[in-house]
């Protein structure tokens, strides 16, 4: 286990997010064509930063690939 969330064996469904998501996710098309950088996901403590990535990874590559 890497994180509270891979330790946790039940999620709250995951709400919201879309703009954030989607923004990522264009990242990670640019670094696939070449065009990699750096993000900053930076908010207040509890509000979902690791979550947010924890489902973009899922989504990316299949849960705790
Ligand atoms: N979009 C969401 N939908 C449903 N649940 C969420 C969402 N975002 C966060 N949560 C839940 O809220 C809790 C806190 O989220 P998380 O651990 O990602 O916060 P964090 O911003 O990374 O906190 P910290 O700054 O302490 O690292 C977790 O239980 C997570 O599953
Ligand atoms: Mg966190």
Wanted: net charge positive.
């Amino acid at each position: 286990m890497r994180s509270r969330l891979e330790a946790s064996d039940h999620l709250t469904p995951f709400v919201g997010r879309r703009i954030g998501a989607g923004l990522l996710l264009d990242c990670w098309s640019h670094a696939q064509e070449g065009r990699g950088g750096g993000v900053v996901v930076t908010a207040e403590p509890g509000i979902g930063k690791s979550r947010l990535l924890f489902t973009l990874h899922d989504r990316i590559h299949g849960r705790f690939a």
